[in-house]
Nanobody, 126 residues
Framework: QVQLVESGGGLVQAGGSLSVSCAAS????????MGWFRQAPGKEREFVAA????????YYADSVKGRFTISRDNAKNTVYLQMNSLKSEDTAVYYC???????????????????WGQGTQVTVSS
């Protein structure tokens, strides 16, 4: 029903900034709650940030709160993750996820998302 494609990953020095994007197919993007997750080698996938379908409600993991900002542009079918003050522990593959839901809610559980992108690598050097 929907395809998600992440982009914008790369190598950045600790303390620097990077923005990743997730482009969605279809014309019903505004019906999806969206989120960002990440997975480091040898670790389980963890929640990073979430945004409701309207963009009016956001939620962040404690580890990124104050440093990362999730946003969306429904006209462009795109969700963004602006990452500032990056740390080495932020190094991971970042995944975009979507969940179809008529409610304007944030979704934080991996298991509650229906669609996933292929991921984009973010590497922070120290």
């Amino acid at each position: 029903q929907v395809q998600l494609v992440e982009s914008g990953g790369g190598l950045v020095q600790a303390g620097g900034s990077l923005s990743v994007s997730c482009a969605a197919s279809g014309r019903t993007f505004s019906m999806y709650a969206m989120g960002w997750f990440r997975q480091a080698p040898g670790k389980e996938r963890e929640f990073v940030a979430a945004i409701s379908r309207s963009g009016g409600n956001t939620y962040y993991a404690d580890s990124v709160k104050g440093r990362f900002t999730i946003s969306r542009d429904n006209a462009k079918n795109t969700v963004y993750l602006q990452m500032n003050s990056l740390k080495s522990e932020d190094t991971a593959v970042y995944y975009c996820a979507g969940r179809g839901d008529p409610r304007d809610i944030v979704v934080v559980s991996t298991y509650e998302y229906d669609y996933w992108g292929q991921g984009t690598q973010v590497t922070v050097s120290s």
